[in-house]
């Protein structure tokens, strides 16, 4: 489908992990940096966000795939917030979806690192229920190992009752603050980072106020000529531009189970500790957004 997207009723989970700032400066060195050059996206915080989205009608604004119908769609992904030129964008190396025609749009389009995957989440925020990855993965890597499906991801409340009573009532500008000072206490410690507090205060706060998202994306195809390089890389930024935010509040803290394999090494790439993670940070949000057309950064 052509872009601009309109995603209407989306809602969006994330979770908020401590992550390792060197490991996410390789991933954003070896992948984004690559093409666009050393030293140009940095990691802004050690943390990810696990992100875990049910949209439910997606479809491009645009004739002639405007006429063609919609489709709803679930997206869980690893955020990594990156920064180039002070700017504050989103760079998600792992993404799953469980629709084929958002994996190839977001794929071939953009350059969403996309698989297809069986996805599982509670129907309300206020219904309790864990959330849920089966993907298609090989645990070890042998001439011998066959490709299988495996619950590779899970979240978990760490209470068995509806969340917590609030809402922010489409006031973007709160959410941001809100989310902001408790994301504030989780990184106490900002000594060595690309920008400062202050500055990440500023950037976000005009973007939250404006509506856009940056996102920050690795475009590749492999070369049928030559199978150890790439025909074609780009890295691409567009903006995911929030239309309306509906609602949103605070959950529980969840627990966070990644299971290790060696095609989808997350918790090693990432820079998150082994065994069970705890989001300490975890909210939801419901809203229509609009994901515009992207810009070329670098290629090649």
Same mark, same amino acid.
């Given at each position: 489908?052509?872009?601009?997207?309109?995603?209407?009723?989306?809602?969006?989970?994330?979770? +908020?992990?401590?992550?390792?700032? /060197?490991?996410?400066?390789?991933?954003?060195?070896?992948?984004?940096?690559?093409?666009?050059?050393? =030293?140009?996206?940095?990691?802004?915080?050690?943390?990810?966000?696990?992100?875990?989205?049910?949209?439910?009608?997606?479809?491009?604004?645009?004739?002639?795939?405007?006429?063609?119908?919609?489709?709803?769609?679930?997206? !869980?992904?690893?955020?990594?917030?990156?920064? $180039?030129? /002070?700017?504050?964008?989103?760079?998600?190396?792992?993404? !799953?979806?469980?629709?084929?025609?958002? #994996?190839?749009?977001?794929?071939?389009?953009? =350059?969403?690192?996309?698989?297809?995957?069986?996805?599982?989440?509670?129907?309300?925020?206020?219904?309790?229920?864990?959330?849920?990855?089966?993907?298609?993965?090989?645990?070890? !890597?042998?001439?011998?190992?066959?490709?299988?499906?495996? $619950?590779? #991801?899970?979240?978990?409340?760490?209470?068995?009752?509806?969340?917590?009573?609030?809402?922010?009532?489409?006031?973007?500008?709160?959410?941001?603050? &809100?989310?902001?000072?408790?994301?504030?206490?989780?990184?106490?410690?900002?000594?060595?980072?690309?920008?400062?507090?202050?500055?990440?205060?500023?950037?976000?706060?005009?973007?939250?106020?404006? /509506?856009?998202?940056?996102?920050?994306?690795?475009?590749? !195809? $492999? &070369?049928?000529?030559?199978?150890?390089?790439?025909?074609?890389?780009?890295?691409?930024?567009?903006?995911?531009?929030?239309?309306?935010?509906?609602?949103?509040?605070?959950?529980?803290?969840?627990?966070?189970?990644?299971?290790?394999?060696?095609?989808?090494?997350?918790?090693?790439?990432?820079?998150?500790?082994?065994?069970?993670?705890?989001?300490?940070?975890?909210?939801?949000?419901?809203?229509?957004? +609009?994901?515009?057309?992207?810009? +070329?950064?670098?290629? $090649?």
């Amino acid at each position: 489908m052509a872009p601009p997207l309109q995603l209407n009723g989306a809602t969006m989970y994330s979770f +908020v992990v401590p992550a390792d700032l /060197g490991a996410l400066q390789k991933i954003c060195d070896e992948q984004l940096n690559a093409v666009a050059g050393p =030293g140009t996206y940095k990691p802004l915080l050690p943390i990810v966000a696990i992100v875990c989205a049910d949209i439910a009608d997606s479809f491009s604004t645009v004739p002639p795939d405007s006429e063609k119908g919609w489709m709803s769609e679930r997206d !869980f992904g690893v955020w990594i917030p990156v920064v $180039r030129d /002070g700017k504050i964008g989103w760079y998600l190396p792992y993404v !799953f979806v469980d629709n084929v025609a958002a #994996m190839v749009t977001g794929r071939e389009v953009f =350059g969403f690192f996309k698989q297809t995957a069986t996805l599982m989440m509670p129907p309300s925020p206020s219904a309790p229920g864990a959330f849920s990855v089966d993907a298609l993965v090989i645990p070890k !890597f042998s001439p011998e190992s066959q490709a299988e499906v495996l $619950r590779l #991801m899970t979240m978990t409340s760490t209470e068995d009752a509806p969340a917590p009573a609030g809402s922010w009532a489409g006031d973007v500008k709160k959410a941001f603050e &809100d989310v902001f000072f408790e994301l504030k206490a989780l990184v106490k410690d900002v000594r060595g980072l690309p920008i400062s507090m202050w500055e990440i205060l500023k950037n976000a706060l005009a973007e939250a106020i404006s /509506g856009n998202v940056p996102m920050v994306f690795l475009k590749q !195809f $492999r &070369d049928a000529t030559d199978p150890t390089k790439a025909c074609y890389q780009a890295v691409i930024e567009a903006p995911a531009h929030l239309a309306k935010l509906h609602d949103g509040w605070f959950t529980h803290p969840h627990d966070i189970t990644i299971v290790p394999a060696d095609s989808h090494p997350i918790a090693a790439e990432c820079g998150l500790a082994s065994g069970t993670l705890r989001s300490a940070i975890a909210f939801w949000c419901k809203m229509d957004f +609009v994901m515009e057309a992207g810009t +070329v950064v670098a290629e $090649r």
